[in-house]
Nanobody, 123 residues
Framework: QVQLVESGGELVQPGGSLRLSCTAS????????VGWFRQAPGKEREGISC????????IYVESLKGRFTISRDNAKNTVYLQMNNLKAEDAAVYYC????????????????WGQGTQVTVSS
């Protein structure tokens, strides 16, 4: 499994935007589908978006369509999650994970979750 490091989370006001990054180290991301997940306090980790390795196809959880955009830059070995019009309920620790298979990335197959990146939405 490829090792990924998340970054970009911070405190943002409601309605604001953030771009999260998921960068691979020691391996190329070219052949991996990459999924973004999040876990809010007291809740289970949920998959929210995924981008394929082959054609860059994307999927999103229905509730986030139109606000979140996943993209990848294989030259930079990085997958991004652009988050717009952030709401209080978007506050969570965000994680990414890669998989050789298609989207979505199955969370039960992730052996080592990274530390994630904290997104706080508050005025």
């Amino acid at each position: 499994q490829v090792q990924l490091v998340e970054s970009g989370g911070e405190l943002v006001q409601p309605g604001g935007s953030l771009r999260l990054s998921c960068t691979a180290s020691g391996s190329t991301l070219d052949y991996y589908a990459v999924g973004w997940f999040r876990q809010a306090p007291g809740k289970e980790r949920e998959g929210i978006s995924c981008i394929t390795s082959s054609d860059g196809g994307t999927i999103y959880v229905e509730s986030l369509k139109g606000r979140f955009t996943i993209s990848r830059d294989n030259a930079k070995n990085t997958v991004y999650l652009q988050m717009n019009n952030l709401k209080a309920e978007d506050a969570a620790v965000y994680y990414c994970a890669g998989d050789y298979g298609p989207c979505p990335v199955p969370p039960q197959g992730v052996k080592d979750w990274g530390q994630g990146t904290q997104v706080t939405v508050s005025s």
